[in-house]
């Protein structure tokens, strides 16, 4: 079976946030457009957080994960956290417009949430290319002022930045905060990330930041027992294979390097709970099952 499933004993009108349209057609696609006969890395995401928006298909491959990976959630939310930090930071250096690039399915506080505890007027646009993600970050996004959704592609990022939703909300000439979320994970050397992201690095005014994250299989440097269990890496790369999109894993120097021109803020490329923790710090064996990356940067 393939329904999508909420609470137990939950109306599935009321465990939405916001207004859901009655499906997909709003979009200009058609419900059968809407693959749930694979799984879905937005909606695989979801399941590691707890959320409702997925399939028995995704549940099924995600589980598979966890059973190879026990700790997925665990870095799935300190990957969240991160990023929660960083937009934080990256609001009060300033920045009160930003651009979040290919979001998956949006799950509250979601970054133009963060940013206002901040500063209440600041304004965000999020990217997707996917339809799955459209239908749900459009209706969720929906009463939400000085947001807004625009289908677009990563990969093409001239087309983004002209798309006269971003183009309303977000001024070039003044500083952007670029929040590039796990799409990198499933973007090959194939698609060169580094060109993608400095190519909107190069559009964006002084004062910029780029904040990102990346899956990784590297064991943790300051555990004295990590070692890559190559067997679990490749399982799990196969899970990702029989979805939409494969799975893209990169080591700490690879993440550095997507930074281009970006200048990396202290403390640099770090795993997710490092960077500038609000809490305390996890010792050595839960940083080594923390499979994220994360970094900040800002144009100079």
Same mark, same amino acid.
């Given at each position: 079976m393939n329904e999508q499933h909420g609470?137990?004993?939950?109306?599935?009108?009321?465990?939405?946030?916001?207004?859901?349209?009655?499906?997909?057609?709003?979009l200009g696609f058609a419900a059968e457009e809407i693959d749930t006969s694979r799984p879905h890395p937005a909606r695989m995401y979801d399941y590691f957080l707890g959320g409702w928006d997925n399939y028995?298909?995704?549940?099924?491959?995600?589980?598979?994960?966890?059973e190879l990976h026990p700790k997925v959630r665990d870095s799935v939310r300190a990957n969240g956290a991160f990023r929660r930090r960083a937009v934080r930071a990256v609001a009060?250096?300033?920045? +009160?417009?930003?651009?979040?690039?290919?979001?998956?399915?949006?799950?509250?506080?979601?970054?133009?949430?963060?940013? +206002?505890?901040?500063?209440?007027?600041?304004?965000?646009v999020y990217v997707d290319s996917d339809p799955i993600v459209a239908t749900h970050a459009r209706a969720r996004l929906a009463n939400a002022p000085g947001t807004a959704?625009?289908?677009?592609?990563?990969?093409?990022?001239?087309?983004?930045?002209? !798309?006269?939703?971003?183009?309303?909300?977000i001024d070039l000439e003044r500083p952007v905060g670029l929040l590039v979320g796990g799409v990198l994970d499933f973007l090959g050397d194939e698609d060169h990330p580094a060109a993608l992201l400095a190519a909107f690095g190069a559009?964006?005014?002084?004062?910029?930041?780029?904040?990102?994250?990346?899956?990784?299989?590297?064991?943790?440097?300051?555990y004295a027992q990590g070692r890559v269990d190559e067997a679990a890496r490749a399982h799990?790369?196969?899970?990702?294979?029989?979805?939409?999109?494969?799975?893209?894993? +990169?080591?700490? !120097?690879?993440?550095?390097?997507?930074?281009? +021109?970006?200048?990396?803020?202290?403390p640099g490329v770090v795993r997710v709970p490092l960077w500038?923790?609000?809490?305390?710090?996890p010792g050595p064996e839960e940083l080594n099952n923390t499979i994220f990356y994360g970094a900040v940067g800002r144009k100079g």
């Open positions: 609470p137990p004993g939950c109306d599935p009108g009321a465990w939405a946030i916001g207004p859901y349209p009655p499906g997909p057609d709003h028995e298909v995704d549940r099924v491959a995600a589980d598979r994960v966890i009060a250096a300033g920045v +009160r417009q930003f651009l979040v690039l290919g979001i998956g399915i949006p799950t509250s506080p979601n970054a133009h949430e963060v940013a +206002r505890e901040t500063a209440p007027e600041t304004r965000v959704f625009a289908l677009g592609d990563i990969r093409d990022p001239k087309a983004v930045l002209e !798309d006269p939703t971003v183009r309303e909300l559009a964006l005014a002084a004062g910029s930041h780029l904040i990102l994250s990346n899956g990784t299989y590297e064991p943790y440097e300051g799990v790369e196969e899970v990702y294979k029989s979805a939409t999109t494969p799975l893209a894993l +990169r080591t700490k !120097d690879e993440v550095a390097a997507l930074l281009g +021109r970006f200048t990396p803020l202290e500038r923790p609000d809490e305390p710090v």
